[in-house]
Structure formats: structure tokens, C-alpha cells
């Protein structure tokens, strides 16, 4: 089954700079997406990272400010840059469901980011 | 396209009392997966549950049991004599079968069992 690590699990980041979020899975996937979850809110999908090729974006969400780092199929990083207040999200990163066999959880413990 | 309707915002109950969450879901795929999570206040996203589009049969998980109806598209979980750990918010989760795709999640219910 996959087992996601993701790191760092909470950070308080001063506005202006950048937070890159890491995503580590225990076995080989090809397609990991990354959410935001807004205080108070459901999820939201920021984008899919396919292993080899460039991200896609869903609206609302740019590659300027989510850049997103696929470098093989275990690994993917999610940057949150130039940080304002309303970034304070917790991010969470996934595998296809439809691709994980055994009945897990799909998901990453997910980051705490408040931005001051 | 893809939607997912839970339409309780808040309920709260009082220990010991059984408590329904409603989703309704809406797709144009004929294979599917459901979900279930809870989210407590650390803010982690607990597995419950995955249901697959042909497998109508209900659930139970201790506590916890499913009830899935194709017909009218719903998928409601209930927990039975509710204690106070089960606080948190529910998401019902919908995710097409086709290869890469992702969850749509519904807007969350939060429960509050009082003691």
C-alpha cells in the first residue's frame, strides 16, 4: 500500500518568502495531486504532478506562485511562494485512489502553514 | 462533472445518541470510488471507508456503518451511540476510476457530540 510522508507538518513563515512542501510515497505512482485546504473549508485541488512532465493547474492556481516539482515516481514537492496571510493553509498531498489497491489512506499528514 | 452535496453543515448531538451524515454525489461515470474521512481538530485526514461504484452493499465497521443507494445517489454514514472522540469534520470524497484521477471532496460536515 502506499504510505505518504509529507513534510514539514507546520510552519510559521513570515510574509514575502517561500515554503517548499515535501511528499514522499513508499511505493511508485505516477500521478500525485496537491490540495489546499482553507481554514474552515473542504479541500481543494491545486494541481496534478505527473512524474516527467510539467504539472496542470487547476483555476484559480498558477505556476508562479505553486510551483511544483516531480522528479521521480516517489517524490514531489509543492513551493508556496511569495507567502501572504491568505496562503495560511493546510496542504496535503495524494496518490490516484484509483491506483492504490489496498483500502489505505491516500493522503499525506498534510502541512500547517500560517503565514504572519 | 463531478459534485459532492453534504448538506449538513453542523450537527451536534448529545453522547450516546446515533448521528447520520448525509452525501449525495453526482458523476457521469458508471465506475466510481467513495470516501469517507474525518478530520479532527490536529487536522489530519482520517481514512474511513472506500466504496466502488458496483458494490452496493452496506457497511458496518463497529460503531460505524454505510448505507450506499445508487438510485438516488447517496452514500450516508452513520455512527451509532456517538461518543465524544467522534467530534471532528466529515468529508465525503468522490474519485472517478479513470487513471489520474483525483478526489472532489463534498464541503464537510462538523459533528459535535456533547457529553
Known amino acids: 500500500s502506499a504510505v505518504i510522508s509529507q513534510k514539514p507538518s507546520r510552519d510559521i513563515c513570515q510574509r514575502g518568502t517561500s515554503l517548499t512542501i515535501q511528499c514522499q510515497v513508499d511505493s511508485q505512482v505516477t500521478m500525485m495531486f496537491w490540495y489546499r485546504q482553507q481554514p474552515g473549508q473542504s479541500l481543494t485541488l491545486i494541481a496534478t504532478a505527473n512524474q516527467g512532465s510539467e504539472a496542470t493547474y487547476e483555476s484559480g492556481f498558477v505556476i508562479d506562485k505553486f510551483p511544483i516539482s516531480r522528479p521521480n515516481l516517489t517524490f514531489s514537492t509543492l513551493t508556496v511562494s511569495n507567502m501572504s496571510p491568505e496562503d495560511s493553509s493546510i496542504y496535503l498531498c495524494?496518490?490516484?485512489?484509483?491506483?492504490?489497491?489496498?483500502?489505505?489512506?491516500?493522503f499525506g499528514q498534510g502541512t500547517r502553514l500560517t503565514v504572519v | 462533472a463531478q459534485k459532492v452535496t453534504q448538506a449538513q453543515t453542523e450537527i451536534s448531538v448529545v453522547e450516546k445518541e446515533d448521528v447520520t451524515l448525509d452525501c449525495v454525489y453526482e458523476?457521469?461515470?458508471?465506475?466510481?470510488?467513495l470516501f469517507w474521512y474525518k478530520q479532527p481538530p490536529s487536522g489530519e485526514l482520517v481514512f474511513l471507508i472506500r466504496?466502488?461504484?458496483?458494490?452496493?452493499q452496506n457497511e458496518i465497521s463497529g460503531r460505524y456503518s454505510w448505507n450506499f443507494q445508487k438510485s438516488t445517489s447517496s452514500f450516508n454514514f452513520t455512527i451509532t451511540a456517538s461518543q465524544v472522540v467522534d467530534s471532528a469534520v466529515y468529508f465525503c470524497a468522490l474519485s472517478e476510476s479513470n487513471y489520474g484521477q483525483n478526489f472532489v471532496f463534498g464541503p464537510g460536515t462538523r459533528l459535535s457530540v456533547l457529553p
Open positions: 458523476t457521469r461515470d458508471t465506475t466510481y470510488y
Open positions: 466504496r466502488n461504484s458496483f458494490d452496493e
Open positions: 495524494s496518490v490516484d485512489p484509483g491506483r492504490v489497491r489496498r483500502t489505505e489512506a491516500f
